[in-house]
């Protein structure tokens, strides 16, 4: 750990690789530059230091899962126990066959577009437009010009307040317009996608991507009407 401030917790936490932050405001992290402090902020280093925290978290400490903050309104009185971001730390993608990607939940959703449209796999397009990570947008659902982040999804692992991993097949989770009932308490760690390949569609994409991220830049002074779309954290 880089910084850790409380001693009680520091004894459990012991050889957790990362940075660890005491009070630490999350104006700094969320989209609108508001919100209060929270009691302690988690960047870990890869899955296996996210894995040893949660092995090593007391029980009773609250942990809350964070990505980009695109998507959430911190109250000011700010978040109590942990937050994990996992942008940063955890980012690997990579395409694993044909037609499926694996990617871990900070890749950024724009990374995300334009590694499959390097590589000819079609579906993603709209995630170019996007703000905020993929963990962030599978859990919200997240979609733009009629696509959406479930259609594409395959299965998800997850990661529980114990430190247990969980591969979920799409057929087990509900999800709708914008919303996911996804497990409790739970990371969206590895996220796995069946995309279409489509070599001679690459270029198209490319220029759709631009298309789209142009499309966003133009919407961008409509911003109150995507204020009905976030999320109101800790009220
Ligand atoms: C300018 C702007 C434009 C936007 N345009 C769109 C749009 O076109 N379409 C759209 O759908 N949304 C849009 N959004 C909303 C937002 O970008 C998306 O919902 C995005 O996917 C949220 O990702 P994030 O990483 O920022 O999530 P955060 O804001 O960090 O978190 C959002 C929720 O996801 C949960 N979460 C995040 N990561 C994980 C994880 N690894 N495991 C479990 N839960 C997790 C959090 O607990 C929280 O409940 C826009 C937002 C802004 C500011």
Request: charged share 20%.
């Amino acid at each position: 750990m880089h910084t850790v401030t409380n001693r009680s917790l520091q004894s459990h936490l012991e050889g957790v690789e990362g940075l660890l932050l005491h009070d630490e405001p999350m104006d700094r992290h969320t989209s609108w530059r508001v919100g209060g402090k929270a009691e302690m902020f988690y960047v870990p280093t890869d899955k296996a230091s996210l894995v040893q925290l949660m092995c090593q978290l007391p029980g009773n400490v609250p942990v809350f899962w964070f990505g980009l903050g695109s998507n959430l309104l911190v109250r000011d009185a700010g978040i109590p126990g942990m937050v994990v971001c996992t942008f940063k730390g955890m980012d690997e993608i990579e395409r694993v066959d044909k037609e499926s990607v694996y990617a871990q939940a900070g890749v950024a959703s724009a990374k995300h577009a334009k590694f499959c449209a390097r590589r000819g796999l079609e579906g993603a397009e709209f995630l170019a437009g996007i703000p905020g990570s993929f963990g962030g947008a599978v859990a919200m659902n997240a979609g733009a010009f009629g696509g959406d982040t479930w259609s594409m999804i395959e299965r998800i692992e997850c990661l529980d307040r114990e430190g247990n991993i969980t591969w979920f097949e799409k057929s087990e989770i509900s999800y709708q317009y914008r919303y996911v009932d996804l497990p409790q308490i739970q990371s969206l760690d590895r996220l796995q996608f069946n995309m279409c390949t489509n070599y001679p569609v690459i270029f198209r994409q490319i220029l759709e991507r631009t298309a789209v991220q142009i499309q966003r830049i133009l919407m961008m002074p409509k911003m109150e009407l995507l204020r009905s779309t976030l999320i109101p954290c800790h009220l």
